[in-house]
C-alpha cells in the first residue's frame, strides 16, 4: 500500500515547484483521510490555487 506521508510530501513538493506562491491548499480527502484506505484505494487530493 502506498506510503500516504511519503507521497503527499513528494506531491506538495512537485506542487510548490511548480505552481510557487500560487498555491492556496492541498488537503487530502477521502479513504486515506479517514485511515479507510486499502491497497486498490485511489488518492483523493483537493488542490487549490490563486
Request: charged letters at 25%; glycine letters at 8%; a negative charge.
Amino acid at each position: 500500500m502506498v506510503d500516504i506521508s511519503s507521497w503527499m510530501d513528494a506531491f506538495l513538493l512537485a506542487a510548490e515547484d511548480t505552481f510557487g506562491d500560487r498555491v492556496w491548499f492541498v488537503g487530502l480527502q477521502g479513504s486515506y483521510a479517514r485511515g479507510e484506505a486499502m491497497e486498490s484505494s485511489d488518492i483523493d487530493v483537493v488542490f487549490i490555487l490563486d
